[in-house]
């Protein structure tokens, strides 16, 4: 019988950056996509690394979801504009982490069909977003202590802004953790507990040590304004937070607060879901204050015209996390997400 030894299994994605060399490289991870007219064509992924005197490792990504924008636009202006001979450390930035997703504006990667936020670890020969989260979660995670990672809210919800963490028992990761929120800035930090994300790049980050957000800066489908403010001065507050580069964070509120306020989201009752599909007609916006039991909103049967709309409640008391803003849902959709101030019970 004849044995065939089979290795590992590597990356198919390869690139030219030289992750220790000093100074700015802006370039592409390439990832092979063999389509008709290009036998071995690449889909170019941006990706930037920026190394000064020695310091921490730190990962920023924007555009894992291609309908969520604010972070495209303030990590590749940071990319652009970081001076290399301020930086204290490395810093790898990836503004658009799903390009295809980017550049057709859609949650969904239309090469697979998959949402690369629920791929991760990845499979090196698995598709599209499947071999991206396989090298992100070996060749990028291992080389940086922190992931800081800006989402919005997506064509259908918008979010309080918010940085979002996951909660852990280790008490040093969780301080660690909420200090690097505290830094970033948002008006709001969401702690989840007892929510199963295992798939997801902070999940990722977290099963290999790294100090891991993500964050909620806008949503319904456009660019938000205070969303993309917040950002791009979240980005440098996290930099100078760890003495990257020289300055305190900025971490005053627009309405007066000196910092983050710690929210949570603790298990599914914080969830609003359609029972129907239908049109929904929400009555609140993000941020707004509820109680269990409060009309979330109606849905609309416009096929049967005659028909009552169905009245739809929350079922936590706190503030509107996400609100909804798609118009048709389909029954079991998410239709608002209400947070609590965070409790350490
Ligand atoms: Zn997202």
Known sequence: MTIIAVDTPKSRIFHDLDFDRPGRQIGYLRVPQSRDGGAWSTIEIPIAVVNGAPGPAVLFTGGV????????????????????????????????????????????????????????????RGSFCQMLAHFIDTEILTRVGVSVDIHAAGNAMEAALSTCMHHTDDPDILKQTFTLAENFGAPYNVVFSGVDETSTLAAAAERRRVLAISSELGGYGRVSVDGLRIAERALLNVLKGMSMIDGTPDTSQLDGHPGTRHMEVRDHTGYVFAPSDGLFEPMDLAGAEVRAGQLAGHLHFIEEWAREPMPVEYRSDGLVWMAPGSGRVRKGDVVGVVMRPYSHS
Request: glycine share 10%; with cysteine; aromatic share 4%.
């Open 65 to 124: 979801h291609g309908d969520e924008y604010e972070g495209q636009i303030a990590v590749s202006r940071l990319a652009r504009r970081l001076d290399p001979q301020s930086l204290r450390g490395r810093l790898i930035l990836m503004p658009a982490v799903d390009l295809p997703a980017a550049l057709a504006g859609r949650r969904m990667c239309p090469l697979d069909g998959r949402d690369f936020n629920r791929c991760l670890p990845g499979d090196p």
